[in-house]
């Protein structure tokens, strides 16, 4: 009996904190007055949480962005045409070669002043003085003292021993076998090559092909033809109508992103720009024949030079 009146004496008096109902206050403190307590408690809890939430969505409405691209084209009639061409000679001596080179290379800058192509506009991009090599196969006996000396070197354990100085009439105790011979390939110089090549801006795009003709019979057969390219002189006007069409066509498509996904465009955060260098027409080792004068002349199509800019932008959201 005593105790289980200790067991409801224990319940009775925990049941205030979680709200139940009691009988009997003490100094006209209602029991309820804790319950009261924990609702408003949790209520102020909830609050800040919903406005932590709501400062979470507005920081990350904040971070939303659209990224855009833009590209934009200008075209242009070329006004220079670039060629790349040379002599190379080969001679069994560097003396040789070089004076072959020398004369083929002065018969073609004869040939471009005599179109009045000036100094300015003719570069030495490279010069180059090379030795040729072959590979042949030797056979290499090597003497009675080398064949000693090597097999002293190779024995284990290695061995002291005094080999005698070769005189006339006195034979080391191995000179009566014959040493081993052997096959091996060596590199044997067999001449030299001369190259000069030159960089050759010409301002007159409709003699481009005649001018490769007469080069190329200047120079006979030691002419080398690299390549022909085309550009302008000032690429800065064409770069700047390119980079304008990129940035409208960027806008557009922001604009239309903004529409589209119902949202309003906010300022410009960040642009960046790639692109804007002229594109070369052709490789002229395909399209253009070494004719001599009196064959047909080498055709050259220079067509249209092209600037291409890219743009790229970062919007913020409203």
Do not use: H, W
Request: a negative charge.
């Amino acid at each position: 009996m005593l105790m289980l009146a200790v067991a409801c004496t224990t319940a009775e008096e925990t049941l205030p904190s979680i709200g139940g109902p009691v009988s009997g206050e003490a100094d006209g403190v209602s029991a309820v007055a804790p319950v009261e307590t924990a609702v408003q408690t949790l209520a102020e809890q909830r609050g800040r949480a919903f406005s932590a939430a709501a400062a979470f969505d507005a920081s990350a409405a904040v971070r939303q962005r659209i990224l855009v691209n833009g590209s934009g084209q200008a075209t242009a009639v070329p006004g220079l045409a670039i060629l790349n061409l040379g002599v190379q000679s080969l001679a069994d001596t560097v003396a040789e070669a070089r004076e072959q080179s020398a004369v083929a290379m002065g018969r073609v800058t004869e040939a471009l002043k005599a179109r009045n192509i000036e100094d300015r506009d003719i570069q030495t991009s490279n010069f180059n003085i090379f030795p040729r090599y072959t590979s042949r196969e030797v056979t290499r006996c090597p003497s009675v003292r080398d064949t000693a000396e090597r097999e002293m070197t190779l024995s284990s354990p290695p061995k002291i021993l005094a080999l005698p100085s070769i005189e006339p009439g006195v034979e080391i105790a191995r000179s009566r076998e014959k040493p081993e011979c052997y096959k091996e390939r060596e590199q044997v110089i067999i001449g030299y090559q001369v190259t000069n090549q030159l960089v050759v801006k010409l301002r007159d795009l409709d003699a481009a092909g005649s001018v490769i003709d007469e080069v190329t019979a200047a120079g006979g057969d030691l002419i080398r033809f690299q390549g022909i390219n085309f550009t302008i002189d000032d690429t800065e006007a064409l770069q700047d109508e390119a980079r304008a069409a990129a940035i409208g066509d960027m806008m557009d498509k922001a604009n239309q992103v903004a529409t589209l996904t119902g949202v309003e465009l906010g300022k410009l955060i960040n642009i960046s720009e790639t692109g804007g260098q002229p594109r070369v027409s052709f490789d002229s080792l395909e399209r253009v024949s070494f004719a001599s004068a009196k064959a047909a002349p080498t055709p050259i199509m220079a067509g249209d030079l092209e600037v291409t800019v890219m743009v790229q932008a970062l919007y913020a959201i409203r």
